[in-house]
């Protein structure tokens, strides 16, 4: 028995599962029975780490789903094996975080170094439009891409997703199959890199 298998099994009685502070909230239409009760009792820390959502929006639970899912699509319809399905499943994460979780700041400084624009080392906007830019040198944006990739696998390790390293698998090798809009950070990031540089040009 695991927590999610309690979950999922207080879930199949009706009950709905909230987290409030430390605490697990419990709803259901008629009294649980005891074996339900018993069993979210002895897995409430678990369960409420699970369920509890981060400062993103998601629980661990949603990115567990998340994970599942991708992992299911590259492996039933993409034709993968489990363990392949399981790397691309936990790319698709990591990518998904940095979404969920982007840093912005204030232009004139450079977010990595601090530093200031220099004529030969221009400020650049990075990210997704909605979500505000951070500003970056071009020459210090990759080591701060590489800071932000090791801090999603870090969360989400730290929510229980993780891919054991079967082989090493080389990073374009790792992102060849993602879905179009999921490389969207890096994507947008080279885009404006572009127009940036147009204007600057111009
Ligand atoms: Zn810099």
Partial sequence: MSAANVVKEARAAGIQLGVDD??????????????????L?????????????GPDGWSAEDWQV????RAGIVEFDGGQSRPQADVQAFACCIVDWLNRNPERSPAGRCLA??????AHNPLLPYGAEPSGHAWLHSRCWSAWYEARQAKAVSALKAMGISVPVVRRIKREEQFKHLPSDATRETRTSKNQFASQRQINGG
């Fill in 22 to 39: 430390n605490d697990l909230v419990l709803e259901a239409p008629v009294p649980p029975a005891a074996a339900v009760l018993d069993a």
């Fill in 41 to 53: 009792s002895r897995y409430k820390a678990e369960i409420v780490t699970l369920l509890r959502h």
């Fill in 113 to 118: 170094c601090g530093d200031r624009e220099h």
């Fill in 66 to 69: 998340l994970f599942d899912e």
